[in-house]
């Protein structure tokens, strides 16, 4: 149906444009879009077959080149263009146009590159520059533009934006593009466009064309314009290129080869100056010296000058100033750092320049002395006033308020007349009437000067003057003092010396008086005067006139007790000086009908209706001495109580107790003591009128006291009774050991025993004897442990290895109370060991009396002593006295008598040696040592030896012949308690509490049962823990 509608249509149309159906020859057109001369690879073209008068039939179109996507329509968008010939025809009710002419496209295979070029590539100053894109045989483009590799917007001059001005330098390129969709070209070539920025300015450093040798010199290439543009700058000197590319040029020590015109450009982030203007250097060849000027060298009072420091032909100095060679600052007068300063003290000043910016000096300017007018000085006296005496010591002292330590030459002036006198003061040791004048002064110094002082008058009398003493009254009133002036008449500047009774008086300066003591107040009596003084040395008046000055009366008391008491005796005395033998008139008050008119008032048993306050006065002729001070008498009702105490209630052995009497009130006190010896009988007196209320007493009984004073005597009641007892004599403890011969290692006991309540208190203190190396005595040492003592009256000793001896005592109570010390006792040992050793010689079993024996000690000390205990005598010495040196540390018996005994050695360091025990029996001696190891075996031969040898020869030699054994002191026995000692010793006992100090015990008596020692006789310190023996 709707191809015979397009049909019958085609029909109409046909008839009406070609006259009926006759075929008309149509040849169509082919129409390119867009109208591109150059096609590219990759662009899209669009084909239109139009018919000239074709209507708006309904046409079929054909298109050649045929291909699978040629269309049937009149429009073929060819995407991607292809080179070739094309055409096309139309076709509608079986008739068909002509075919068009072929359109010939040529498509370029390259992609087509965009061309830019800058006309010029320098902008000028304020100026720009065209940039104009395009691209070779093509058209219809629009551009796009890029600066630094950034697309930018630039203003074109025509649509296309093909042409642009740019003000700005930079690295330009350009792309252009067309079509839709759209096709790019290639992006031009860069093109760096330099922007022309305004010329550098070179800054000299130092400012100023004049430079000098040796100078740092910088020269800096100063851009106004360019922001943080990073420059490169170029420098000519003399138009000749520099190899510098810094924007500062340095010569750090410049000279005349230096000299010359220097410019500067700089390019940099497409930006480039011009060339500089040129800035000239001139180097001097020498170092430059600063100038200094003052406008007024002399400055006027409180005013000041200027000084101006410069250096010739150069700027940009700062300036150093210099006042008497030391460095100087003032006020700056100017905006060039202190060129010109104020100055207003005189001295020497200088100046010198120096660079900015640099250490560069010049030289120092030649000095100006500048002098100060400082204000006149004042002309001083000494003494102050215009009035002096013949012989006096006048100084005039020049003295200026303003200089500081300036050192002053002076100029002094008499009657206006010039004075050679230089410095400031003008002293005349002795003056006289041709010194008066009128006197004045200037002075100048370190660039000072003041003008001439006011002048000061100086009169000088002839004459010594007198001092003038005056007094406002001559009796001093009761509590109050009187005022005494001294004066000179026309003149000052006195020191007064005040004498009483012709003794130089000091008292204090009256308050007011600006003279030195000049006005005293004085509240003693006695002759005053006074005399002036001045001046040094001193110069003095003659003494003034004397004035005697008496006090008012004095009430006393006699006695002069604070208080009274009922029933005594008081005499009051109005005392007043005597005033040459005149007789003074006495009034007394209170008054009554006993008041006497002379000057003692005697009161016999006061009562207290006497207490009261007590006046008297004085008079003679006119004069009265007013009433004295009052003088208060108290009586007590109460008679007082004597009060007596005691320093202990029980003398202790050989000691005694202080009895102290004291009265509470009251003074001028003397004692009476008595003594009670039992209850039946009567006190008795033992000490009467004693000043001092203390008494030492050393016998047991009861005691009293009391106070006695006056005349007649007014007595205290009697103290109560204080009773003391006496004290027996300190105990002495017994010491026994056990055993006394130990075991090698076994242990001894100590017991302090014999006292009497033995559990009451005590501590025990055990001592180890110590031979004395000064003495033939022993030092005693606390054992370790036993310092504060044990509360057990026994001690153990552990294995004990060497032979001692031993000591105890006791004490208690605070302060302690120690007994006497024990005897000593000694623990023997047969142990020999390397400090000290003992042996016998020769070493062997038998023995006769006329054969001797040699006991050797030896170990670490030369200095020894033998020591022998026996039953009869008391520990000695055996022919070796002393703590000589021994032959051979050897002790020699040359006859075997009574020598039974035990045996040691005793070295100078206080080692104690083994013990051996030499027994005598009869004419053989046998002795047995601790060296011999068949001991029991020789035992044996021994005895029967002995019985045979007794058989023998009793007959023959029995008085002469004797034997000794010696036994070794390792065979201890627990019942054997040693031999008894009786040797007198000598000793020193070693006290708990002290290290240091020992007791000196003198002989004592040998127990002949025992071998202990006895004190006989002991002075103790009051606390020791140790002392050093002496003989």
């Known amino acids: 149906m709707g191809h015979i509608l397009l049909c019958v249509l085609g029909f109409f149309w046909f008839n009406a444009h070609f006259a009926g159906c006759a075929e008309v020859s149509i040849k169509p057109s082919v129409i390119q879009h867009p109208k591109w001369t150059q096609i590219y690879k990759g662009e899209q073209v669009t084909l239109t077959c139009e018919i000239q008068g074709g209507g708006g039939a309904e046409w079929t179109y054909e298109w050649r080149p045929a291909n699978e996507n040629s269309p049937m329509t009149n429009e073929w968008r060819i995407i991607p263009a292809v080179s070739g010939d094309y055409s096309c025809r139309a076709e509608k009710d079986d008739n068909k146009t002509e075919w068009s002419e072929a359109l010939r496209l040529t498509v370029s295979t390259d992609k087509p590159r965009a061309t830019l070029t800058a006309d010029p590539t320098i902008i000028p100053a304020v100026g720009s520059t065209t940039l104009t894109c395009s691209v070779d045989g093509s058209d219809d483009w629009k551009f796009e533009w890029f600066r630094d590799d950034e697309p930018v917007q630039l ?33 031009s070539e860069e093109v760096s466009v330099l922007k022309t920025v305004s010329k550098p300015t070179v800054i000299l450093q130092p400012r100023g064309s004049v430079v000098y040798k040796g100078e740092k010199v910088t020269l800096r290439c100063e851009i106004k314009e360019g922001g943080r543009t990073q420059w490169t700058n170029e420098w000519r000197k003399n138009n000749r290129n520099i190899q510098r590319r810094s924007s500062e040029y340095s010569i750090n020590e410049v000279s005349e080869y230096h000299s010359g015109v220097y410019r500067c450009m700089a390019t940099g982030d497409h930006q480039q100056t011009e060339w500089s203007d040129g800035i000239t250097l001139t180097v001097k060849p020498y170092k430059p010296r600063a100038t200094l000027t003052a406008d007024i060298r002399i400055i006027p009072l409180e005013g000041s000058t200027t000084l101006t420091c410069s250096v010739d032909e150069s700027d940009d100095w700062k300036f150093d100033w210099f006042r008497n060679d030391q460095q100087y600052s003032a006020a700056r007068g100017n905006r060039d750092p202190n060129r010109v300063i104020y100055v207003s003290a005189g001295g020497e000043y200088s100046c ?164 030195p003591f000049r006005v005293i107040s004085v509240s003693e009596r006695g002759l005053y005067s006074c005399r002036g003084g001045r001046g040094n040395p001193v110069f003095h008046t003659e003494t003034s006139n004397i004035q005697k000055i008496v006090s008012a009366p004095t009430v006393k008391r006699h006695p002069s007790w604070p208080v009274v008491f009922r029933g005594e005796t008081v005499t009051l005395r109005c005392e007043m000086e005597d005033d040459e033998g005149t007789q003074w008139t006495y009034q007394w008050s209170p008054a009554n009908r006993n008041s006497p008119t002379s000057n003692e008032y005697r009161i016999n048993s006061v009562s207290e209706s006497d207490s009261g306050s007590y006046y008297c006065r004085a008079s003679k002729g006119d004069q009265n001495s007013g009433w004295s001070f009052p003088f208060p008498l108290t009586v007590k009702s109460n008679r007082p109580k004597a009060s007596l105490t005691a320093s202990d209630n029980i003398i202790p052995a050989g000691g005694r107790v202080t009895l102290t009497c004291l009265i509470d009130i009251g003074v001028g006190w003397k004692f009476d003591w008595f003594k009670l010896e039992s209850d039946s009988s009567a006190a008795q007196s033992i000490r009467t009128s004693e000043s001092d209320g203390v008494l030492f007493i050393s016998e047991g009984g009861e005691y009293g006291c009391r106070g006695g004073r006056g005349d007649p005597v007014f007595y205290t009641e009697t103290s109560g009774k204080v009773t003391i007892e006496k004290r027996a004599s300190r105990p002495q403890p017994v010491l026994s050991v056990s055993p006394s011969w130990p075991n090698p290692g076994a242990s001894v006991t100590l017991s302090c025993e014999g006292l009497e309540l033995q559990s009451a208190g005590w501590r025990f203190f055990w001592y180890k004897a110590v031979p004395n190396p000064i003495s033939s005595s022993y030092s005693f040492e606390l054992l370790p442990n036993t310092i504060n003592g044990t509360e057990q009256n026994s001690f153990i000793i552990n294995g004990p290895t060497q032979t001692a001896g031993y000591q105890c005592r006791a004490g208690r109570g605070e302060p302690k109370f120690y007994t006497r010390d024990s005897e000593v006792k000694f623990v023997w040992s047969a142990d020999s060991h390397p400090a000290a050793s003992l042996s016998v010689s020769p070493d062997r079993v038998q023995h006769f009396i006329d054969q001797s024996v040699t006991l050797n000690c030896s170990g670490n000390d030369t200095k020894w002593r033998v020591k022998r205990f026996t039953e009869s005598t008391s520990p000695s010495y055996v022919q070796c006295f002393n703590w000589e040196m021994m032959s051979g540390s050897s002790c020699t018996i040359n006859r075997l008598e009574v020598h039974s005994g035990v045996y040691w050695c005793e070295s100078g360091s206080g080692e104690f040696s083994n013990a051996v025990n030499i027994t005598v029996q009869g004419t053989v001696s046998s002795p047995v040592s601790s060296s011999f190891p068949g001991m029991l075996i020789v035992r044996l031969l021994v005895v029967i030896t002995l019985g045979f040898l007794l058989l023998l020869m009793m007959l023959r030699c029995r008085q002469y012949l004797w034997c000794f054994r010696s036994k070794a002191s390792s065979q201890s026995s627990t019942t054997n308690q040693g031999p008894k000692l009786g040797e007198s010793q000598v000793y020193s006992s070693l006290l708990h509490g002290d290290a240091s100090e020992y007791e000196s015990i003198q002989p004592a008596t040998m127990n002949s049962k025992s071998n202990s020692f006895k004190n006989v006789k002991m002075q103790r310190p009051t606390d020791f823990s140790s002392k050093t023996s002496r003989i």
């Not at 203003?155 to 690295?171: A, H, I, P, Y």
């Not at 006033?385 to 200089?403: A, M, N, P």
């Not at 003092?481 to 026309?490: A, F, H, P, R």
């Open 155 to 187: 203003r074109g001059t025509n649509e296309q934006q093909s042409d642009v001005s740019v003000s700005d330098g930079g690295v330009y390129s350009c792309r252009g593009r067309r079509g839709d969709p759209v096709y790019q070209t290639e992006e």
């Open 352 to 515: 010198r320049g120096r660079r900015k910016y640099s250490s560069f000096q010049t030289e120092i300017s030649d000095k100006i002395s500048v002098v100060k007018i400082v204000p006149k000085p004042t002309v001083n006296r000494q003494p102050s006033g215009s009035v002096v005496y013949k012989g006096e010591k006048v100084t005039l002292r020049c003295e200026i308020k303003e200089g500081g330590r300036t050192q002053w030459t002076n100029e002094w002036r008499k009657n206006n007349r010039n004075i050679q006198r230089r410095s400031s003061e003008y002293s005349i040791n002795d003056v006289s009437e041709y010194h008066s004048g009128v006197y004045s002064c200037m002075a100048a110094g370190d660039h000072q000067q003041t003008e001439w002082s006011d002048g000061v008058t100086l009169t000088v009398k002839p004459d010594k003057p007198r001092a003038t003493l005056t007094a406002d009254r001559t009796i001093i009133p009761a509590g109050g003092s009187i005022t005494l002036t001294c004066s000179v008449d026309e003149s000052d500047d006195w020191k007064f010396d005040w004498f009483r009774n012709d003794q130089q008086y000091f008292a204090p300066r009256f308050r007011g008086n600006k003279d």
